[in-house]
C-alpha cells in the first residue's frame, strides 16, 4: 500500500499513530502530538518534525506557533505595551486559510504588530478571512483631535509596542470604551514612507509590499489590498478591558488625564525607604 493511502486511512480511522516506509527510512506519525519521527537504521530517532494539515474549507491547522509566537509570548507582548492601562481577559488562536499561509511562509522574514477593527471585521480576520481596511476608523479619531491620522486609505496594523492605538480603534468600532479585541499578526514585505493624511491606496512601485509612518519611531504599519493577502498573517485574538486605574485616571481630570491615559504617561509609583 501506498504510504500516503495509509497514512490517510489511518488518520481517517482516527489511529493516534501510524508506521511507514519512504524512501528507505522509516516514518512514525503522531496525530495526537502532530509530529513526524524519521528513524535511522535502528530504533533511534534520526529526525523529529512538525506537520501540518489542511480540511476540506482549506482551513490550515499546525501544532507549532508561527514564528516562534505562542500564547505566553502574546501574553508578555500585551502586558509589556498595556502600561497597566489594559488588561488582558482572553486569548486564543486564529484560524488559517492555506492560500494566506502559503503567502506569509514564502517571505524570508517579518515583524509583528496590533490589528483593531470593529468586532465584525475582528471576527472575519479571526476566521481566515479577509483583513478589511481600517483606516475610517483612524480619520473618526483624526476628526476628533483636528489632524489627519490616517496613512493612506489602506489596512493599518500598529507596531507591537504601540497597543494602545489599535486598541482605540477597536474600543471606537465596537462603541465599548470599556472592552474589546485586538488580533496579534505577523507581517511581512517591504515599507515604504506613508504620510499622514495620504490617500494613498497603492504602493509607489512593486518593491514595497507595505507602508509606515516612520522607519524609526513606527506607530503604524500600513498595507494595500493588493498586497495584504501575502503580508499579514492574524496569529492570535485578544479580548481585552480597561483597567480601574485608567478610568480613575480619564475621572481626575478630563481634558489633562485623558491626554496622559492616551501617551501611556501615569505616575510612577513612590518606593518605601
Not at 524519521?38 to 501540518?52: P, V
Not at 488582558?88 to 506569509?104: K, P, Q, S, Y
Request: proline share 3%; aromatic share 10%.
Amino acid at each position: 500500500m501506498p504510504s500516503r493511502k495509509r497514512i490517510e486511512d489511518a488518520f481517517g480511522a482516527k489511529k493516534a499513530v501510524v508506521e511507514v516506509l519512504s524512501g528507505g527510512s522509516r516514518l512514525l506519525f503522531d496525530f495526537l502530538r502532530m509530529v513526524c519521527v524519521r528513524f535511522d537504521g535502528g530504533s533511534a530517532a534520526k529526525r523529529i518534525s512538525a506537520f501540518c494539515w489542511v480540511d476540506d474549507d482549506g482551513s490550515f491547522f499546525s501544532p507549532a506557533g508561527f514564528g516562534g509566537v505562542d500564547e505566553a509570548s502574546v501574553r508578555q507582548a500585551f502586558d509589556s505595551s498595556s502600561k497597566r492601562l489594559l488588561s488582558l481577559t482572553a486569548v486564543r488562536r486564529c484560524r488559517h486559510r492555506e492560500a494566506r499561509v502559503r503567502g506569509i511562509l514564502n517571505r524570508t522574514s517579518w515583524t509583528f504588530g496590533w490589528y483593531g477593527a470593529a468586532p465584525e471585521d475582528l471576527d472575519a480576520a479571526a476566521d481566515g478571512g479577509e483583513v478589511r481596511t481600517n483606516w475610517q476608523l483612524l480619520d473618526l479619531v483624526g476628526a476628533e483631535k483636528g489632524q489627519p491620522q490616517s496613512h493612506g486609505r489602506v489596512l493599518h496594523v500598529s507596531a507591537v509596542n504601540r497597543l494602545r492605538s489599535a486598541a482605540n480603534l477597536s474600543r471606537l468600532g465596537a462603541m465599548d470604551f470599556r472592552r474589546a479585541r485586538v488580533l496579534y499578526c505577523a507581517l511581512a514585505g517591504a515599507r515604504e514612507l506613508v504620510a499622514a493624511g495620504s490617500t494613498q491606496s497603492q504602493p509607489t512601485c512593486s518593491f514595497f509590499h507595505s507602508g509606515t509612518n516612520s522607519l524609526l519611531r513606527t506607530r503604524w504599519y500600513v498595507f494595500w489590498d493588493c498586497n495584504s493577502g501575502t503580508s499579514i498573517l492574524p496569529l492570535y485574538d485578544v479580548s481585552f478591558e480597561v483597567t480601574e486605574e485608567c478610568l480613575k485616571l480619564a475621572n481626575q481630570s478630563p481634558k489633562r488625564k485623558i491626554a496622559e491615559v492616551e501617551q501611556g504617561n501615569l505616575p510612577q509609583k513612590k518606593r518605601r525607604i
